[in-house]
């Protein structure tokens, strides 16, 4: 029996170093990054986007081997068989895990109204790792915040910090330096902090895949779509940045919304559309205010120039749209305008149409405010919406890639908060919804209250991977701590390190001052199956609730197996936090207290 599972094992490592190497063989970019020395890893708000599944056929298989988020993708998903910094999943085993801050940085006071700054609800932080073949780099591995404050001589609207593998307990990264000058080896170190321009930068960073460059908009009237080339040790912290008022030889700034390109001047904001990176093609996709898809080209490698734009045919109002998802094996944009989801195909000129479903009721705000998710491996896509079109219950909807089906389950009443992104367990991708398997995680309403959280767990159906409309697991409220406050989810996170499965959840209320302000942490190697089950662990003082998270790795290298997000408010008066008094805070938390 030893012999049989070694030989397995011995298979599944061979097909997986055989997939990776194809993988650099389809990819002219990841290739000359490992002759370079190195492969980084990009990690920001489009890597739970687009997913990439076990099975699929032959074709789907050498089609998603062309797309460099299916590297990404993988690489992520089955770290633990090729541990970095140090991991071994029978040693995590045997680690007692707790979450807890490892460090709070400020991201300043933000500016005017209390929800004026750090990381927006529902964004994420964008993380890089320099090198996934070898040691961690507390020099070249960081992470980046955008912050919704405008930006100032005291006030950066966009910071990056290294030295990120340091905590309370323990650290593997020496020292900051700190400035000034201190032993606290606690922290990590602001890489840069820019104050860029006159506005703020609410919505998601993304970065080139060789990790020098990043791109995030400009979220003023109009609009800016930016991408920098930042120099570590310009700026000082989040109060003290560098300030770049206008583009050179550092910073690239595209009117992208007032472009010459034909039917492409329109003069508008973004309100909830951060950029989608086509790394194969060096394109970004990205929408407006106005009702405007864009794409851009020259994004990292040359110049950006808004090439052409589409207007989608929206009922709407004030038709806002989300961030957009490029499919690369069915080369098709995926975009909500809040209501509706739409598909274009990009071609040498134009878009075109290729497909629309109605989700949710278009009276009143927009119930869809996250990007699709696209299951490129099993075709389907999935919203998550705060309306059905009765507007009656909040919903998750699972579409056919064509736009011409969908399933819906109801998580609740019709939400007057947010509905975000929720998350799939692992056996979704290792398994696959045509067997059965796997749970899509949701945080929608109770059932007796449209202004409280609880969580949701749903299954699919074999052979066709149809999601269930009836929910597996209905309204556990325990995601929201004892006193049961009103708020709203983070998007949720499921990791897996090879031994357990995680999800994560974040709940308080950006809106006020009450709210539960935790994060939760639950064991889901086996579905939740009763609304009493209690979180594995949980991290109080979270103040407003999280942003999205950012995973980085599998390791047991001290602090190098973490969570990345932004607290949504500033704590009340006198309290103060890890950060300081009135600060919104970038935080770091173990994946679950593996030091």
């Not at 140090?86 to 400020?106: C, E, T």
């Not at 602090?559 to 990345?564: E, K």
Request: proline content about 7%; overall charge neutral; hydrophobic content about 35%.
């Amino acid at each position: 029996m030893a012999l049989s599972e070694a030989r397995k094992a011995s298979q599944k490592t061979h097909f997986l170093l055989l997939f990776a190497i194809c993988l650099l063989l389809a990819n002219p970019l990841l290739a000359q990054q490992a002759t370079e020395g190195h492969v980084g890893l990009p990690m920001d708000w489009s890597t739970r986007h687009i997913l990439f599944t076990n099975g699929g056929t032959p074709e789907v298989r050498a089609a998603a081997a062309h797309d460099l988020r299916s590297w990404i993708n993988w690489n992520q998903r089955s770290s633990f068989l090729f541990p970095r910094y140090g991991a071994h999943p029978g040693l995590m085993a045997r680690r007692k895990r707790h979450p807890r801050i490892d460090w709070a940085m400020s991201l300043g006071p933000g500016t005017g109204n209390p929800a004026n700054g750090g990381l927006a609800v529902g964004e994420s932080p964008a993380k890089y790792s320099f090198n996934i073949n070898n040691t961690y780099s507390c020099a070249n591995d960081y992470v980046v915040y955008t912050i919704g404050a405008t930006p100032s001589a005291t006030q950066a609207n966009i910071v990056a910090f290294n030295n990120l593998y340091t905590g309370t307990v323990s650290s593997s990264c020496p020292f900051g330096p700190q400035t000034p000058p201190t032993t606290d080896y606690t922290q990590p170190t602001f890489m840069w902090s820019y104050a860029i321009g006159t506005s703020a930068s609410f919505l998601s960073p993304t970065l080139s895949l060789d990790g020098t460059k990043v791109s995030f908009i400009e979220n003023g009237n109009p609009a800016l779509f930016d991408v920098l080339t930042p120099t570590t040790g310009q700026g000082t912290d989040a109060t003290h940045p560098f300030v770049i008022a206008a583009a050179g030889a550092s910073l690239v700034r595209l009117d992208y919304t007032n472009s010459a390109a034909a039917g492409c001047k329109a003069s508008t904001t973004n309100s909830n559309s951060s950029a989608y990176i086509d790394y194969t093609n060096d394109v970004a996709y990205v929408g407006a205010d106005n009702g405007r898809l864009y794409k851009i080209t020259g994004v990292f490698k040359g110049t950006p120039a808004v090439q052409y734009c589409v207007t989608v045919p929206s009922a709407a109002a004030n038709p806002l749209l989300t961030s957009p998802v490029y499919d690369q094996m069915s080369n098709q944009v995926f975009v909500s305008d809040g209501f509706k989801v739409y598909s274009y195909t990009p071609g040498a000129a134009s878009f075109t149409a290729s497909g629309s479903i109605a989700v949710a009721s278009n009276a009143g705000a927009d119930p869809i405010v996250l990007s699709p998710i696209v299951d490129t491996t099993n075709g389907f896509v999935y919203v998550f919406s705060g309306a059905d079109s009765t507007n009656t219950h909040s919903i998750v909807s699972q579409m056919n890639l064509g736009l011409t089906s969908q399933v819906t389950a109801q998580i609740g009443p019709a939400s007057t908060q947010f509905i975000l992104d929720g998350d799939f367990d692992n056996a979704y991708f290792t398994a696959g919804p045509k067997t059965g398997a796997g749970t899509l995680y949701a945080c929608g309403t109770q059932a007796n209250s449209a202004t409280r959280p609880s969580l949701y767990a749903l299954s699919f159906s074999a052979p066709n991977g149809l999601m269930n409309a009836a929910p597996a697991m209905s309204d556990n409220r325990n995601i929201n701590g004892a006193a049961n406050p009103a708020g709203t989810c983070s998007p949720l996170l499921d990791f897996d390190d090879g031994t357990t499965d995680r999800l994560f959840v974040g709940t308080g209320n950006f809106n006020g001052t009450t709210g539960a302000n935790l994060v939760t942490e639950w064991n889901v190697n086996t579905r939740i199956a009763s609304n009493a089950t209690l979180p594995n662990s949980t991290a109080a003082n979270e103040w407003g609730g999280t942003s999205a998270f950012t995973i980085d790795n599998v390791s047991l290298t001290p602090q190098a197996a973490s969570i990345y997000f932004g607290t949504l408010r500033p704590p009340p008066s006198p309290t103060t936090t890890p950060c300081g008094a009135k600060n919104f805070c970038a935080v770091k938390l173990t994946q679950s207290g593996l030091q």
